[in-house]
Structure formats: structure tokens, C-alpha cells
């Protein structure tokens, strides 16, 4: 079982940056892919990024790519997502995710979910 915690969300203007935090509990959570989502109100949730067990392997959705990066401390159990320029479109509720196995961005497919963080963007 692992337990995970989002933190580092809040109120910024466009073009600034910020950084999710993740934090989990277990010993397993080094060999687990872990992945961001997110959800904006009225809309369904999706795909932001992820990073394999060992952190060489990571994948973005195509709007995120360039300004977003992923990355983890495994010694720490933690999970970071670094995000920059932001745009009003990336306001939602971001949720950090981890699975037992390969990188997928089907959310389905991830057993574990945080309470997830709100990032507001504003013009």
C-alpha cells in the first residue's frame, strides 16, 4: 500500500513557475511508475507527465512538454513536477499517481492516487 501527498499548489499569474511536491509512504514507492494529472473544473482528468521506477524514462502530454519536467528522489520518496510559463489553461487540480509496472498514461491503469493540489493561473 502506498499513500501519496501533493503539495505545492497555489495562486500565479501567467508566465510564472511552480513546483509539486509528492510525497510518499512505503518502501515499494522506488519501484513504482509514477505520474501527474490533473483535472480542471468541468472537464474530465488527464494526462500531464510521468517517470519510470528508476527516474531514466519519462513522457509528457504534448502541451506540457517544453515547460513541465518530472522528476523523483527515491531516497526521499518523493516525486517532483517542475512547472514553468504557465498558462491560464493549467489551472486544475493536480494529482500525483503511482502504479506497479511499465509507463502508461491510462488513469485506470494507476492503483495509487493523492488528494491532489490546486493551481490557479491567472491572466
Known amino acids: 500500500q502506498v499513500q501519496l501527498v501533493e503539495s505545492g499548489g497555489g495562486l500565479v499569474q501567467a508566465g510564472a513557475s511552480l513546483r509539486l511536491s509528492c510525497g510518499a509512504s512505503g518502501r515499494t514507492f522506488r519501484t513504482y511508475t509514477t505520474a501527474w494529472f490533473r483535472q480542471a473544473p468541468g472537464k474530465e482528468r488527464e494526462f500531464v507527465a510521468q517517470?519510470?521506477?528508476?527516474?531514466?524514462?519519462?513522457y509528457y502530454e504534448v502541451s506540457v512538454k517544453g515547460r513541465f519536467t518530472i522528476s523523483r528522489d527515491n531516497a526521499k520518496n518523493m516525486v517532483f513536477l517542475q512547472m514553468n510559463s504557465l498558462k491560464v489553461e493549467d489551472t486544475a487540480v493536480y494529482y500525483c499517481a503511482c502504479r506497479s509496472g511499465w509507463l502508461t498514461g491510462r488513469i485506470a491503469d494507476y492503483s495509487f492516487w493523492g488528494q491532489g493540489t490546486q493551481v490557479t493561473v491567472s491572466s
Open positions: 517517470i519510470s521506477a528508476g527516474g531514466s524514462s519519462t
